[in-house]
């Protein structure tokens, strides 16, 4: 955890609580106590760099792995027990392909899955696949990433589960199919107040749907935070600074990232502004402007700072 | 009616002072009248690719300063009391305290920026089309 960045979300009814959650594969380390929160019917994006944890998580809150120790709660059930009941709740979208069902033409594979169901809801699945622009005759086997990835979405979706889990959903799409997906999206939440927990390498694709966001590193959480508290407290200063400045002794725990060469510095610092301002100012600094952070700005400075530690 | 709200997703405000910015905009403009209806929540998200508790939350806001109302069951309106002159005002400020920002950014005073807006201003009236050309090179 980056000292600086608070990551004790407040929820006063979180729909999903990890807690210490700890997980091995063989000697490799996928998740390293992670303690994670998400609002009920928050948009939740979890970034971090291949390997850090985001898919565990995910097959974790589904019960399709199990931690080696730490907890998990999803609406107040622990996967581990009662993992028909959490996933009867929740939409997945999973990272990867469907295995097992390859050979099904899509039509059929809709079918099989809406039998799980009993809220699957035909007309709607009906809307998104003519939305989607789904071929029901071809056999899932044959479908590109970004196809099959519109199939998964009618999977998660149409039994109006009150989570979403989507684990990387825009990937292999074309970009009027991601305006597409979006669009479902907002539509489904606006109708549902639905959770949505996601994944991506692209932020700034759901930058706009997003209401909080996780930073992942190493199987640990960086930051954790609500989109406001982000914007509100993380902050780039552009600095005008003499040539052997060292910055403030009395925010050598709030500088997240720092870049450039004196004379002129950037610097992301989390704080109040007002305090950081004068800060910097009583340490011999000009403060030339002072700019909130995108959430993918946002993102990639708490990583790359942790690389300057 | 509808208007159009333009969000700019590298502002440095955050989306919902946006919003409630962009319909400041249009009741000083006038796209936006009293008792003009605002598109309902899901509409403007999806129109704009936003989260809808982000339209619910400026339209919160602006409820609270009594800039629109709800009715239920009919959806969201202006209110009938509304002065434009009023949110010129604020407005203006914000154009005032962007401007100012820039201004220190690029290491200018306040007194310079003011009389070169004045400057800039007389010479726009003279030679509109040139003065707009100089200005952006």
């Known amino acids: 955890m980056i000292s600086a960045i608070p990551s004790d979300l407040e929820a006063g009814n979180p729909a999903i609580v990890t807690r210490d959650l700890m997980k091995f594969y063989k000697k490799n380390r996928a998740l390293n106590g992670l303690d994670l929160t998400v609002p009920d019917g928050a948009v939740y994006l979890m970034v971090g760099p291949n390997g850090s944890g985001k898919t565990t998580t995910m097959k974790i809150l589904l019960d399709l792995i199990r931690p080696d120790s730490g907890h998990a709660e999803v609406f107040s059930i622990s996967p581990a027990t009662g993992g028909a009941r959490v996933r009867a709740a929740i939409g997945y979208v999973p990272e990867g392909r469907i295995p097992g069902y390859e050979w099904m033409q899509v039509g059929l ?108 590193f190493e199987g640990k959480l960086l930051a954790q935070n609500s989109r406001e508290e982000i914007h509100t407290s993380l902050k780039k200063y552009l600095l005008q600074v003499p040539e052997d400045w060292d910055g403030s002794p009395d925010l050598s725990n709030a500088v997240v990232h720092r870049k450039g060469t004196r004379p002129e510095t950037s610097w992301e610092i989390w704080g109040d502004e007002t305090y950081v301002t004068e800060q910097l100012k009583t340490a011999g600094a000009m403060v030339r402007s002072v700019v909130p952070l995108r959430l993918e700005e946002a993102a990639v400075a708490i990583l790359a700072g942790k690389e300057q530690e | 009616m509808s208007v159009l709200l333009h969000i700019d997703p590298s502002d440095t405000r955050p ?91 690029h290491g200018l005073e306040a007194d310079e920026l003011i009389s070169a807006i004045k400057d800039m201003n007389s010479q726009l009236k003279k030679a509109p089309d040139e003065v707009s050309k100089g200005a952006s090179e």
């Open chain 1, 109 to 216: 594979l809709l079918r099989h899955h809406s039998s799980y169901y009993p809220s699957w809801d035909s007309d709607y699945a009906d809307s998104l696949i003519k939305n989607l622009e789904i071929d029901l005759t071809r056999k899932f086997r044959k479908l590109s990433k970004g196809e099959s990835r519109r199939v998964q979405l009618v999977m998660a979706l149409a039994h109006f589960p009150p989570l979403l889990l989507l684990d990387e959903p825009m990937d292999g799409l074309d970009p009027l199919a991601r305006d597409r997906v979006i669009e479902i999206l907002i539509d489904y939440i606006s109708e549902t107040s639905a959770t949505v927990l996601a994944s991506t390498h692209h932020i700034a694709e759901l930058d706009k749907l997003a209401d909080h966001m996780g930073v992942l």
């Open chain 2, 15 to 105: 989306i919902y002072i946006q919003i409630m910015d962009e319909i400041r905009r249009a009741l000083v403009v006038k796209t936006l009248g009293p008792d003009s209806p605002l598109p309902s929540v899901r509409q403007l998200a999806a129109d704009l690719r936003i989260n809808p508790n982000t339209v619910q939350q400026a339209y919160r806001e602006l409820e609270r300063e009594g800039l629109i109302y709800v009715q239920r069951g009919r959806g969201t309106f202006v209110s009938a009391s509304v002065k434009p002159e009023g949110e010129k005002e604020t407005l203006t400020m914000i154009v005032a305290k962007n401007a100012l920002r820039e201004a220190h950014r």
